[in-house]
C-alpha cells in the first residue's frame, strides 16, 4: 500500500475558503486540481449532477426546512452561485436518471419529475416509490442506483454489528440464523417507476452485506457493484483471540462485483486480507484462523479495515486521462475503529479497470480531506469524503459531510 | 559533622519524597484504575480525546450526562443506551450494557471521565455503583 502512495507525485492544490482565513489542500496526482464548488452546505452526504451541470446535494439532515439542495453554477467559473431547497426530509441516497430525480429517507424512496432543464417540476409533491423500509438508526441510510432496465437498488444496512443476540455487547453470541437477513443486511431492488411498493413488491437481490453506503450500477458492464461496511470491534468483543493492533487492521472494506441471488457472507464470515481468505465470525465459533463461507462470494477488491467506504463511482468521463476511464473512484469516510492506533481515510480511492476487471492495485487519488497530519479522533477531521458524481464536462464532485463542503476536480493537465 | 547533618538532610528528604508518592498513588489510584478501564472498554467508541465519532458515539467532552447526576451515569454504563439525542446531535450506534464490570471498575472509570475532558463532576464510588445495581 506505501508504494502506491508514495508513487503518486503530489501535487498540492491551494483551495483558499471563502472567508479566506483556512486553507485546506487537497493533495491530487500531476494535472488534477480541486475547487470549492460550494461551502457550509450542512451534512452533504450522497450527491447526483444532471447532464445541465446542477448539483443535487442529500443532506443527512434537514436545514431550514431542506433536505435536499440544488447548486447551479451560472457563470460556469467552477463554483456554485445559485442554491434552492426542497425536500423536509433528512436522508443519505440521491440518484438521477433522464427524467427523474430520486432520493432517500432512512425508510423511504421518493421520486421528483424532472424539467428538460434538469429541475424538479414538483418540489413538494414527489412520488413515493418506497416505504416501510427497516430503519432502526444505526446503518439506517437508504443508498440507491439505477440500472438500465428500470430497476433501482437500494442499500438496506444492517442495524447491528455482527448479529449478535445483543449487539456489540462482549460474550452475546451470534443469532443463528440471523433474522436481521430477512429485511435488511443486504440489497433490495424494486421497480423504479411504481409507487407505494414495500417488501412484498421488492426482491433480496443480494444478501451478507453488513452494510453498504457506496454502490454503483456499472452500465459499461451492466452489473451492480457495492462497497461494503467490513465489522466492528474484533478486540473489545474478543480480547482472547484479537489484540488491539490487530483489531485495528481487521476485517478488510471490500468491493463486490454483485450478481442476483449474491450472498457475501455477513455477520458469519468476515474477510481478512492478509490471509486472504473468508475468517469465520467469533460470534459463530471463529478463533481469527477458522475459514467459512463456503458459499459466500469472495471481494473483488479489499481495502485497509474500517477506513468506511461512503461512495463508489465509476468514472464514464473524458476529462481525466484514459486510464481513469471506466474505473472506480470510492470515497472513503475515514475511520473510528482503529483507536488506539491513528485513525485512516478520509480520502478518495482509485480502483483502475482494464477488460472490466480491477488490476488488482488500488491508489489513492484525492488525500488530506482531513487537513491535519494524524488523526486521533474522526472529530478532528475538517472534511469527511461521503459522496461521489461525475459533472457532465468529466469533472469528479465529493460531497464531505462534516464541514459541508462540495469539491470539483478537473484535470487540466497533459492528455 | 557537615558529613552528618548531610547523610540526615538526604534521608530526610528520602522520607518525604516516599511519602509524597504515597499519597499521590492513593488519590492518583481511581484515576489511573479508571483510565485502564476506559482504554480498554470506551475508548475505541469514544475516543482517546473523549471526541466521541460524529453521528455515532457521544462526545464525554463537557458532557452533560458526565457531569450530571451519578446515578443516571451509572445507570447509562450498567445498562447501555440506544440512540441518544444530546445538544441536537443524534448518534446512532447503541452502547451496550457493560454490567460484567465490578462495581470498582465501573467506578473508577466514572471517575476518571467525571476529571477529564473538561469534567468536574465529583468522584464516584464502588457502594453508589451497587446501589444502582441492586435497584
Redesign the interface.
Known sequence: MKKHVFSIVVAASCICQALGQERIDIKLPPGFAAQVFADDVGRARHIAVTPQGHVYVKL?RVENGNGILMFEDTDKDGKADKQTGFGDYAGTGIALTRDYLYATSDSEVYRYALDNQGRVRNPDTPERIVRDLVDK????SKSITLDTQGNIYVNIGAPSNACQE???????PGMMPCPILDSAGGIWQFRASKPEQTYADGKRYATGLRNVVGLDWNKQLNQLFVTQHGR??L??LY?KLYDAQQSAELPAETLYAIDEGDDCGWPYVYYDHFQKKKILAPEYGGDGKKTGGENAKDPLMAFPAHLAPNALLFYTGNMFPARYRNGAFIAFHGS??R??EPQKGYMVAFVPFRNGKPTGEWEVFADNFAGVEVI?????ARH?PCGLAQGPDGALYVSDD?KGTIFKITYRGKR | MDYRIAILAVGLMLVVFASNAQEKTSSQRPLENGKTVY???C???H???G???????P?LVKGEYVNGEKDRLIDIVLK?M??VTIKGE?Y??????FD?LSDQEIADVLTYIRANFENSGSAVVADEVKARRSQ
Do not use: V
Not at chain 2, 471526541?51 to 458515539?57: E, Q
Open positions: 443527512g438508526r444505526q446503518h439506517a445483543r449487539d456489540r455487547m462482549k460474550g452475546s466492528d470491534q478486540f473489545q480480547p473510528w475503529n483507536a488506539p486521533d479522533a474522526p472529530g478532528q469527511r462534516a | 482504554d480498554t472498554y475508548l475505541s467508541c475516543q482517546s480525546d471526541s466521541g465519532i460524529p453521528n455515532l458515539a462526545p447501555g440506544e440512540g443524534t446512532f450506534n447503541p452502547m451496550p450494557p460484567y
